[in-house]
Each structure stands twice: as C-alpha cells, then as structure tokens.
C-alpha cells in the first residue's frame, strides 16, 4: 500500500468508526439537558461524556443508617434484573472508586421531608445527594427515567446503560402531590393499590388518598363496628361482590407506601354519602332502620343522624382506630355533597368531626363544602368544584389542596368516544389537564394558600388496573409535573414530547395508557 492509500484508508476507517459510535449513542446518552424527565427538573446543566454503569458496579452508600440502606437496595432492585448486574448495595463512609453509584446525605434537613435532592454524573461516578432519605428516594427516580427505558424490564437485556454526564438540582414547588383511589366505588385489591403506589411513586408525587367508604361501600376493617366491613363491605357498584381490607392488609399498604415515602391519606365520607354504613347498622339512622345495600350511582341522598349521641360514638370509634393506623398527618372526613342533611346540622356536624380527628392527634381534611362550618387551625379543605366554598375557606384559615374537578378528576372522559368514564365536569384531553397553574386558577387563591394538587380516580365507571391505568395514564405524569415544577419551567409544547418519549417506558412497564393524538409517542402502536 502506498503512502495515500493508507492515508485514505486510515481516513475512511475514523469516518466509519465515527459513524458506528454515532449509531450506537442514542440520544439519551448525548445530552443531559436534552433528557425526557417527569417531572422536569428545576435545574440541568449538561457536561461532555456520559457515566456507564458495568456488571462490577456497587451501590455505596454513606454510613451505616438502616433507612438509607433500603434505599439502595430498592435501587438495586430496580436495575439489577435487566442489567443482569450484582451491583452490590455497599455502606462506607468513603467516597466510592470510580463505575460505583453513591447515595448519600448532605448538609442538614431544612424543613421536615426536605425532597430536594442533587445528582452529579461525570464519567466515573453518578453521584446523588440530598438533604433527607426522601430526596434520595425522588432522586433515584431521575436516575431511573435517565437510564434506557429498558432498564424497568424483569429480564435481562443486552445493551449498554449509560447516563448522559451533567448535574441535576431538583426540588418540589408544592410540599404534597397526591393521587386519589375510590376503592368504595370498585374495590381494588392490595396488590393493585401496591401496583398504583409504584406508578405514582415514578412521578415523585408523594400522597395517595384512598377513599375508603361511600354509598356502595366500606373498606376497611373495623374491629369496634365490625358489622360496617363484613356487611358495608359486600356490595359495590354493579352489583359486584365487594371487599374490604383487614386492619392487617391495610397496615401493610401504609408501610408499602411508606416505604417510597408516600404517605396514606384515608378518607371517611360523612355525614353524606354513608349508605353503606347506614345498611350496616340501623342505630345510625334517623329512624332506627337499617337501608338497602346500594350499587348504583347516584350522589347525595344518604346522611348520618346528626342529632344522635350514638352517630358521635361511632365516628369517634372509627377515627380513633384509622388514626392507629395512620402514620401521616391527616385524615380526609369527606364533607362533600350533603344534600339531605339540613345546613343547620351539617356546620355543628363538621365541626365536632374535626374535634373528634384532632383529639386522635391528626388533622383534617375534608371536600371544599366543609368551608361551610367553622375550621379548626390547620384544617385542609380540598378544591373541586366550588372557587366560592375554597375562598370561603382561606377567609377561615385554611390551606387547599387543589383537584379542580375539570382538570384533575381523572375519572373524566378524554373526549366523546372514551367508553369508560364520566363527563359532567367536561371532556379533559392530556393538554387541559396540564395546562393549568395552581396558584392562578381561582381568583382569591395564590400560592401561599396552596399545600399541594392531588389527581382524584373515582371508580363508578373504572372495574379493574387495566381501566385504571387508561384513565390515569397519560395525565397523572402530567399532574405530577405540576405538583413538582414551578411553573416558570413548565410549557406543553416541551412536555408534550417528553411525554411522548415516555411511551417506550409505558410498554416495558406494561401500563395501559390512552395514545392521545395531541402526543407524539415516540413508539409505533
Ligand atoms: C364528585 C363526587 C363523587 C363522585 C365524583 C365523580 C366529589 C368530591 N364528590 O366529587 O362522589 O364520585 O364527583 O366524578
């Protein structure tokens, strides 16, 4: 070979090679500000390189703590079946040698359950820190959603896990951002609700609020009345068998959840919608009857007597035991659509229920109506439909959370041809539901007034996880991101399309999610 042709041939060689590692880079791996995160974090900043995480990798963690130990181990659990990889969950107080991923605690905690967090990423480490275990446990979700979306399958892949090189400072606008069960419509199972923990566990957000008793039914074991879960727990709509969960079965989901420092919020509906407890005991009504187990869905037409002593017992035994049961600082007492109990007995009614809930150490909330009676200190009225009711509600002290019924309820249709669903709060499409700022949408009502947003999922028309997971997937991310991103950083032209990326994430999950046209899926359905 002479001198030029070697130098061609050399040439053409580097272009080649230039072009296989191209091809080989996928995007995800180029640029970290350029990622599809949901949430999208407060601040990005992209560096040359990407970290690569090799079959000898460990997960260090600092120090000896019990509490972050568990959290790498979830990490590791997460990434270790389809790497293939041990990655070894190691504590040392040492900075961990390069290919390792490291956990640890910084500086101290500001305010209690401080979620900020920071993830450094260079070529030889991925380093996440923050404040609490409960920004490491946000954090490692960034971590997730950063790696190929592969990494969430149970099998091992072939493939090759880098992480675009940069740091990330990230941090929630709102100190609560929930999602709402009705399991009182249609009963789901532990292993759903686990399931749905998870999911929402994905977008960081941080309270599940499950509700737990309605007209159709009572789920939750009451060892005082125990008539409420082996009787108000047979039916439900449709006319279905029903269930409830043992004080045992429902421990565990609070410690499940827990565990992803998501916090347990029951709510006990009263003084309306209490068929299903009124069918239990016949002392609760008016007129000493018990009524008709009850599978439709109407609204509005069952109430507790307010003007018996005994109606105080029995909420009085009922909140004493949840409270046993609860871990995190409230419980939810409904309050919503009385519309048969006179407006007289509802206020005095509301409020020794709010008494009764702070004299078992815990706080209340209740359904915006609840603005109507006096509020205790602390008090939480929940936004849905009245901006009167939640205006009347700061004037009293309180703080909303907001669920505006036409861009939260995610029991919603999607448009006119959504089977499942409602649509007496509108047609909510994936841009309604995100396009909107908490702190503006009701007149009177700004940021300070605000602890959080919550996505609720009522279930007269929703049977099953697959129907579940098509109403609340796409706009639950979506809701999420509201929660977490202030909204300076917020835009649906840019969300749309990380979004969209996160399709290939919602088929290796397995979630079942509606393919709004408004989104350009990065994958073919
Ligand atoms: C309303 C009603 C619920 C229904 C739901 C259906 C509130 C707070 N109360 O919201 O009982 O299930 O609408 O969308």
Redesign the pocket.
Known sequence: MNKNRQKATSVLIIIAMVMISLSCSTTSTSDLAGESIIPKPVSITAAQGFFELKANAAIYIQGESEELRKIGNYLADKLRPSTGFALEVITDDKVPGPGNIYLSLSGTETKPGDESYELSITKKMVHLSAKSPAGLFRGVQTIRQLLPANIELSTKQEGEWKIAAGTISDYPDYGYRGAML?VA?HFFIVDDVKRYIDLIAYYKMNALHLHLS?DQGWRIEIKSWPNLAIKGGSSEVGGGAGGYYTQEQYADIVKYANDQYITIVPEIDMPG?TNAILASYPELNCNGKATELYGGIE?GFSTLCTDKEITYKFVDDVIRELATLTTGPYIHIGG??SHVTKKEDYIPFIKRVQDIVLAHGKLVMG?DEISLSDLNPNTVAQY??SAGNANLAVSKGAKILMSP?AKT?I??KYDSTTVLG?K??GYIEVDTSYIWDPATLVPGIGKDNILGVEA?L?T?TITNMDELEYMVFPRLPGIAEIGWSPVSIRNWDDYRIRLGKHADRFTVMQINYYASRQVPWSENR
């Open positions: 009705d419509r309605d919608h609204v919503d659509e359904w849905w439909s019924a309820y029991d919603m409602q007496w709060a609720p009522w007269e």
